[in-house]
């Protein structure tokens, strides 16, 4: 079934967003300011801190496609849903 199909794909992209809301792109940032103060401090590298920008970037840039994917599957449903209930009626 379509809409059965259609929900899976929702449910699958909330929960990765969820995971990336939730826990990974926080940790990346975390990682990053942790990283950003080392190397302001002189204790960190500039390809450490060049590599936590880029984590934090990549994790960042999955999170939104997970999120467009939310939103996609959302509108997909609820196409499936009104499609030939807003047709008008034929009367006799």
């Known amino acids: 079934d379509r809409l ?3 929900y899976r794909r929702y449910a699958n992209a909330r929960q990765q967003v969820e995971r990336y809301g939730q826990r ?3 940790r990346a940032k975390q990682s ?3 990283v950003r103060n080392g190397y302001e401090a002189g204790k960190a590298d500039y390809l450490t801190l060049l590599n936590a ?3 934090y ?3 960042s ?3 939104l496609s997970a999120l467009r994917e ?3 599957a959302g ?3 609820e196409n499936q849903l009104l499609t030939g209930s807003l047709a008008p009626r034929r009367y006799r």
Do not use: K, N, P
Request: no cysteine; charged share 10%.
């Open 4 to 6: 059965a199909m259609s």
């Open 24 to 26: 990974t792109v926080g």
């Open 32 to 34: 990053l300011d942790i």
């Open 53 to 55: 920008q880029e984590t």
């Open 57 to 59: 970037v990549q994790v």
């Open 61 to 63: 840039l999955s999170y």
């Open 70 to 72: 939310q939103h996609v």
């Open 75 to 77: 509108a997909i449903i």
